[in-house]
């Protein structure tokens, strides 16, 4: 080999290189949209509970979780956009991690909630293709809370909210929650409710690893969405529009049988819970990103009402990709799935 041919053929491998690091030109962005992080104040409170002796389990810098994990959900800058090159993501929607600031006293929860919220907007405009984001909310002041997603719509521009879950043992079914609630409609915004540990009343099912994450948070949340519908939420608020990840934590599997038990008994709402469910929900892939359930969930709330996510970095951000595109969706579907669900319902700009 001469000397000029070593040198084209070091060129040719460098174009290769290059090329292999742009990203893949597809017909429609992959979207993800539960997408966790924690910035570092949230991080430094939850130590600070944590060493208090509090009972939830909480994410530090300290703790039991592995330091690549903590690194990854406190980090909104360039390592986490090279993370989405490599792993082929073009957005991430990004949502305060559970249990958010809801284990603090209001007036520490609603600090922590309005810094997050600007740190959050701050990293939007630095990286506007790459990153959409939901507000943070402190529950435990509803009425600052109703205030502070007007903030985060309004002059912050974030595309909705977001909330683990119980909030010291109590759902938004509970009247004094309602101010949010009213809010969120009147913005026409979507709410994630997020998975956390359950409520005191749900205890018994968070015993280990198995059944924590893996079956104890779905049941936590389905769980406050039932309790939301049997409150009349959803009469009173007939355009809130929510968010359930996990593939819907199993309630698309569950509707019938929801529908059959309620129609035995006493019927105060003004539609089948089914109905509730079809008309003010929608669910994300997180975590579940599997055909068969996934094809059951299209088929039951309808194409558009499902969205796609990983849950990164709780979960692999690459390998759900791969599950992603071993699927045998046409492309005009995973458009829908990926990129226009999102686009619609967050109104994230093409």
């Not at 709330?301 to 990709?321: H, I, K, N, S, T």
Request: proline share 6%; charged share 20%; net charge neutral.
């Amino acid at each position: 080999m001469t000397l000029a041919s070593g040198a084209v053929l070091s060129a040719v491998a460098a174009e290769v290189r290059a090329a292999d690091a742009q990203p893949v030109k597809r017909p429609y962005r992959r979207i993800a949209t539960e997408e966790g992080w924690l910035p570092e104040a949230v991080l430094r409170a939850n130590a600070r509970y944590a060493a208090s002796g509090g009972r939830v389990q909480v994410m530090t810098r300290n703790g039991p979780a592995p330091k690549a994990m903590v690194d990854a959900v406190g980090n909104i800058g360039p390592a986490r956009i090279a993370a989405m090159d490599r792993d082929g993501i073009d957005m991430q929607l990004l949502l305060l991690s559970s249990p958010g600031v809801q284990i603090f006293s209001a007036q520490e929860a609603g600090a922590l909630a309005r810094d997050a919220n600007d740190e959050l907007a701050a990293a939007i405009r630095r990286y506007p293709t790459r990153y959409a984001g939901l507000a943070a909310l402190a529950p435990q002041d509803p009425a600052g809370a109703a205030r502070e997603l007007q903030r985060a719509i309004n002059t912050l521009k974030l595309n909705g909210a977001i909330i683990n879950s119980h909030t010291q043992d109590e759902y938004l079914s509970e009247q004094k929650y309602w101010p949010i609630l009213e809010a969120l409609e009147a913005l026409d915004v979507p709410l994630y409710l997020h998975p956390r540990d359950p409520a005191t009343r749900l205890s018994a099912s968070n015993v280990d690893a198995v059944t924590a994450a893996g079956w104890a948070y779905g049941v936590e949340v389905g769980t406050h969405l039932m309790q939301m519908i049997g409150a009349g939420v959803f009469d009173r608020f007939p355009r809130l529009k929510i968010v359930v990840g996990h593939m819907g934590e199993a309630i698309p599997f569950w509707l019938p049988r929801i529908d059959n038990r309620y129609m035995t008994g006493s019927r105060p709402l003004q539609r089948k819970p089914s109905e509730y469910v079809l008309n003010n929900v929608w669910v994300t892939t997180s975590g579940m990103n599997y055909e068969e359930p996934l094809k059951l969930t299209l088929k039951v709330m309808g194409a558009a009402r499902v969205l796609y996510a990983v849950d990164y970095p709780f979960e692999d951000q690459a390998g759900a990709v791969r599950l992603l595109e071993s699927m045998s969706l046409t492309s005009a579907q995973k458009r829908q799935l990926c990129e226009d669900n999102a686009v619609q319902l967050f109104r994230i700009g093409r």
